[in-house]
């Protein structure tokens, strides 16, 4: 009883769509011989139609020519045909016609698969439903057509639709069943492609921040000669050594922390017990901090001198808070290293245990090469030149064996709490053995490193916060390699969301550009702060990093190594990991391998090992620089290979 | 967890029935159930019966069924053990060969079959059965933005909470929203620990961290239960003991543990005592490297030599499904204990100094005498060795 149904029906159906395919064939097997150039015109035709749907979609007038045109190459081709009705009408009536102009345009894919047909569609609507359904309605028409016997009298309805199908691709230019000639499916491409042209100019919704389309590199090249170059120096040293205070009055005496203020810190600092902090408090300026007296988190400034900009990153010294050190370090062209020069206060400093070893061991190994070492409390040494002297002596010694070159330390004698010798030279007489430069006058010789601006962007996020009412989503930190620019889509890796660059500001104020080296913070839009974290890295988003969830390490060991269990540390990332395996130790001279598979490697030596990451994949890179801690101690620092 | 019955052959091959009490057990028998064994237990199973009219009903029906173990997993935060295999023995609901999911429950009894009991296994039962009073305790281990909450029991280490909360750096002239996002980040935690920890029981919990935010989270979680008036916080107060570590990642476990504060109140424990043989290991390998060797093949020829004073093995590696293998690390075991001159550790592959552990391959060794060139006999066997390793990890 079904079958009988259904056979009818489809009999029916399949009659119908004979005779439209038929209509088809006919129409097309004359088109054949110009259905190419037809396709040409119609894709040069292309981008007209568009334009018009954009600015003034109803109006005719812009598409007469095109559709007479159409109409020309129909009527030429199939004058008989009863597909010319519609297009005749078409003028007649506008209603329907802009509407078909409005479909979006056909895909690649859709192109190939319909191929004349859809490019019709863009022109005549009634032709492409028809056929749009011969095409559609068959697979179901088909089954029960084979079981009506009258079938077999004419072609199948497959037969049909592939007669169609491989006409409208110009394939009866050759006859039936003939592979199309090599030129045919040329211009067809060339078509294809002239048509997705036509697509991408409408496809990108109007951005709503405008990409100004800088040339940074051009631009950077320029500003050069106006611009005082910003350099980013790291205070280090060890707890207690005096690196805020000193930081505090030099800021103080360049004149970034007016006298009110200084004033108030003093009377509150009294209060408690703490006057000699006064100081200390333009860096120290969370409750904890002040009531403690220790730094405990990198603390950003700026000062300007008649010869240069620098920004101060002032980091704690406590062995706890290394990982926020190693966050500043991570930032700076130079380093100023700290020393208590009173006695045993140097020295407890100088042990094994003490932070100015490690910490300078820190910056050399993040790639600072210049650093300045700072003989801080020598008043209290009564400006003694033996102290100073035993002092220079041993750092010396020490910080070549770390790897800086004697050229770039330099030793300069000061007192932060009385502020002699920083950035005003001390009372005549006062240190009559010393005539060198003061400490700014020595910061002003330090020259930032070049950094790479051509490269893709990377950049550690520091700090997430809200920018204000109309930034909601902010972001810090300093670009370390490429260049940016106001309207440029970003990605923070390892997440996949995108941001647009809404606003840069550079040293605080407002830029359309920023290059590596800047301290930047940049205004997101189309981004919630929930995507950003700290320790995420950002690229361009053509241009992104790809995290990694294992590496290969070369690495120096300052501690005993085994397969272990370490905190990784790039910048502001702290992720926990672990060394899977211990590939090789290396020779410090010549890189070549001196033992494959140690069981353990000892402290100074080189060596490469695999890292697992324990969480989510981190964003590192060949070339990033990494620090490994344990237990509390730096045990190794080194590159991602 | 108590032992119910026990029968075994001369061969080694019998039956233990054991009657679980909490949830700590399930870890245990996850350490005896290997593939290949059979496991007895009650189930539950839905049973389709057919009338003759053709119209089915189906029932849920209690049972004891015995299967051949096919599959184990256990899941460690709900402390579950589901084990998967072929019915062995029928009755008259289920044929012989119907596949049946077993989740061993609490308070019930559940028995095992081994072609072999060896004596880390009988070991394994005996520990487990052990009446003596458990220890557990609590952990927080935090660093600014980043806290995660443990239970440690005996033989587990458990990872309840990870907290993590973006915390806006301290900006000049403000620092609020960094002060604000700290007390978020305090009462984050708070909220966790009594939802996680079952406080009451706990023998100490341990705050640990960097710096001073152990000080300040123990000050503000006394503060809030005075506020909220939580008695349970209160009363509990001395069990609260703030600990340094260096980071506020899990394995920072291990750094707390060893802290002489810990070791004080909990120095009977297993896992205090894992965590001291385990330093002592790393301290021998700083200070005599060549008392001081890792891998299978290395320890396994240093107990050729009878040099082992102490062998450290993780229970991961007598997981192993592969019979020999188990078999190696089981003779291991006991060609030490026979040599009367060493000592040796299992420890839990789930407690940090297992996880330790396991990153060396599973199986370490303290020499009475030094050695040397464990390791550098034939290059071929190395390589075997550490592909082994990484099985196992």
């Known amino acids: 009883m079904q079958s009988g149904k259904t056979s009818k029906l489809a009999a029916l159906a399949k009659a119908r769509n004979k005779a439209k395919a038929e209509k088809v064939a006919e129409a097309a097997s004359p088109a054949a011989g110009t259905a190419v150039s037809l396709l040409d015109r119609l894709s040069k035709k292309k981008p007209d139609p568009l334009q018009t749907t954009r600015e003034i979609p109803p109006s005719m007038v812009s598409e007469v020519p095109n559709i007479s045109k159409l109409e020309q190459v129909v009527e030429n081709t199939t004058p008989d045909s009863p597909k010319n009705e519609p297009v005749q009408n078409t003028p007649s009536i506008p209603g329907p016609e802009p509407d078909a102009l409005l479909k979006a345009s056909p895909s690649g894919f859709a192109k190939s698969m319909f191929g004349r047909r859809i490019d019709e569609a863009f022109g005549v609507e009634e032709e492409f439903t028809d056929s749009q359904l011969t095409y559609f309605s068959i697979a179901p028409t088909q089954k029960a057509a084979i079981k009506a016997k009258q079938a077999f009298d004419v072609p199948s309805p497959d037969d049909v639709v592939i007669a169609a199908q491989s006409q409208s691709k110009g394939i009866s230019k050759t006859g039936k069943g003939e592979k199309p000639g090599s030129s045919t499916t040329a211009s067809i491409q060339k078509g294809v492609e002239a048509l997705k042209v036509g697509d991408t100019s409408e496809k990108p919704a109007p951005p709503k921040i405008p990409r100004k389309k800088i040339d940074v590199v051009a631009e950077y090249e320029k500003s050069k000669s106006k611009r005082k170059e910003n350099a980013n120096l790291v205070v280090i040293g060890h707890v207690d050594a005096g690196k805020s205070t000193l930081m505090g009055r030099l800021l103080y005496d360049c004149g970034v922390v007016d006298e009110r203020t200084i004033q108030k810190y003093k009377q509150e600092a009294e209060k408690i017990g703490k006057s000699s902090f006064a100081l200390a408090w333009v860096l120290d300026q969370t409750g904890e901090e002040r009531a403690r007296g220790v730094t405990i988190d990198i603390a950003v400034n700026a000062f300007e001198t008649p010869r240069g900009r620098y920004t101060i990153l002032d980091a704690p010294g406590h062995r706890d808070f290394i990982p926020n050190m190693i966050a500043g370090a991570a930032q700076a062209d130079f380093a100023v290293l700290v020393i208590d020069s009173s006695p045993g206060e140097f020295e407890a400093g100088f042990n094994v245990r003490g932070q100015t070893k490690e910490h300078a061991l820190l910056v050399r190994s993040m790639g600072v090469q210049r650093i300045i070492v700072a003989v801080n409390k020598l008043d209290l040494m009564h400006w003694d030149k033996e102290r100073f002297d035993e002092i220079k002596q041993q750092m010396s010694q020490f910080l070549t064996t770390a790897g800086f070159q004697a050229k770039n330390v330099s030793f300069i004698p000061c007192s932060g709490l009385t502020g002699d010798n920083i950035a005003r030279k001390p009372a005549d007489g006062l240190i009559s053995w010393y005539s060198g430069p003061t400490l700014v006058e020595e910061l002003e010789t330090a020259k930032p490193v070049t950094k790479a601006i051509e490269k893709p962007l990377r950049m550690t996020i520091a700090d997430v916060y809200r920018g204000g009412v109309t930034n909601p989503v902010t972001i810090s930190g300093r670009i370390e390699i490429g260049n940016i620019q106001v309207g440029d889509t970003i990605i923070a890796v390892p997440g996949d969301e995108k941001a647009t660059v809404k606003g840069i500001e550079v040293d605080n104020q407002a830029a359309d550009w920023a290059v590596a080296g800047n301290n930047v913070q940049l205004h997101l839009a189309n981004i919630e702060m929930e995507y950003l974290k700290i320790g995420d890295v950002i690229c361009q988003a053509d241009s992104p990093l790809v995290p990694l969830k294992e590496f290969e390490a070369k690495i120096l060991a300052f501690e005993s190594l085994t397969p272990m269990m370490i905190d990784i540390h790039r910048g502001r990332l702290n992720a926990s990991g672990r060394i899977t395996k211990l590939v090789a130790t290396l020779d410090k001279g010549n890189g070549s391998v001196t033992k494959k598979k140690p069981r353990h490697i000892g402290p100074g030596s080189l060596a490469v090992v695999n890292i697992a990451v324990t969480g989510a994949p981190l964003p590192l890179e060949k070339g990033s620089k990494i620090v490994l801690r344990a237990d509390g101690l730096t045990v190794a620092a080194g590159v991602v290979e | ?393």
């Not at chain 2, 061993?104 to 880390?120: H, M």
């Not at chain 2, 919990?205 to 239960?225: C, R, V, W």
């Open chain 2, 1 to 393: 967890m108590r032992l119910i019955n026990q029968h075994i052959e001369r061969d080694g091959s019998g039956t233990v029935t054991l009657y679980p009490e909490e949830p700590e057990d399930m870890w245990h028998a996850y350490n005896l159930i290997r593939i290949g064994d059979t496991l007895r237990a009650s189930a539950v199973r839905r049973v389709v019966s057919e009338t003759a009219t053709g119209s089915t009903s189906s029932s849920r029906v209690h049972m004891n069924l015995t299967i051949t173990v096919e599959k184990v997993d256990f899941d460690s935060q709900a402390g579950q053990l589901h084990t998967n295999g072929r019915v062995k023995d029928e009755n008259k609901y289920v044929k012989v060969g119907a596949h049946h999911t077993l989740d061993l429950e609490l308070n019930r009894n559940f028995t095992i079959g081994k072609a072999e009991w060896d004596s880390v296994s009988l070991g394994v039962v005996k520990e487990a059965c052990d009446p003596a009073e458990k220890a557990e305790i609590g952990a927080v281990v935090l660093h600014e933005g980043l806290a995660n909450i443990c239970l440690i029991t005996e033989h587990m280490t458990v990872l309840r909470q990870k907290i993590e909360v973006a915390i806006p750096r301290k900006r000049t002239g403000s620092v609020t929203a960094f002060e604000k996002s700290m007390d978020k980040f305090y009462d984050t935690i708070y909220q966790s620990i009594l939802r996680h920890l079952p406080i009451e029981n706990l023998k100490v919990i341990l705050l640990a961290s960097p710096g001073f935010l152990a000080e300040s989270l123990q000050k503000y979680i006394f503060a809030e239960a005075v506020k909220t008036d939580n008695k349970t916080v209160m009363t509990a107060k001395p069990k609260f003991v703030t600990v340094h570590c260096s980071t506020g990642h899990v394995h920072a476990l291990n750094e707390v543990l060893k802290s002489p504060a810990v070791i004080a109140r909990l120095a009977d424990t297993k896992y205090a005592k894992e965590t001291k043989a385990m330093e002592s290991f790393f301290k021998m390998m700083q200070t005599d490297e060549d008392r001081a060797w890792y891998g299978p093949k290395e320890v396994e020829r240093a107990i050729e030599k009878g040099a082992v004073a102490t062998l450290l093995v993780s229970n991961s590696l007598f997981r192993s499904n592969k019979m020999q293998e188990r078999r190696r690390y089981v003779s291991m075991v006991e060609d030490v204990k026979a040599s009367g001159a060493g000592e040796v550790m299992i420890l839990s592959s789930i407690h940090e100094s297992g996880v330790r552990l396991d990153g060396l391959g599973g199986v370490a060794a303290i020499l009475l005498f030094p050695l040397q060139d464990l390791d550098e006999s034939d290059e071929e066997g190395e390589t075997d060795g550490g592909n082994e390793d990484n099985e196992n990890l």
